[in-house]
Nanobody, 122 residues
């Protein structure tokens, strides 16, 4: 069992930056892959980025590629999402997720955080 807590959300102007964090606890001795998802009002949840256990492999949704960077620090059991050049369409609740296993994948995550709100004003 892995417990996840997100932080770092907030209100930012378009073009600005935010850094989200996701702290893991519980079964953190690995290996487990992690990912960020988001859900905007009235829309389905979508994946944003995923990272493998070592941090050496990442995948991104086309909508954030080149603007967002996912990373992790296993010594701190924490994953990050650096978001630059934010757009109004990035407004959503951002969730982190984890799954046992090494590979970065975009689905089948059984463990979820409670979410953190990101609002980008235009």
């Amino acid at each position: 069992q892995v417990q996840l807590v997100e932080s770092g959300g907030g209100l930012v102007q378009a073009g600005g930056s935010l850094r989200l964090s996701c702290a893991a606890s519980g079964r953190t001795f690995g290996p487990y892959a992690m990912a960020w998802f988001r859900q905007a009002p009235g829309k389905e949840r979508e994946y944003v980025a995923a990272i493998n256990w070592s941090g050496g492999s990442t995948v991104y949704a086309d909508s954030v590629k080149g603007r967002f960077t996912v990373s992790r620090d296993n010594a701190k059991n924490t994953m990050y999402l650096q978001m630059n050049s934010l757009k109004s369409e990035d407004t959503a609740v951002y969730y982190c997720a984890a799954r046992l296993g090494s590979n970065a994948v975009v689905a089948d995550y059984p463990y979820w955080g409670q979410g953190t709100q990101v609002t980008v004003s235009s």
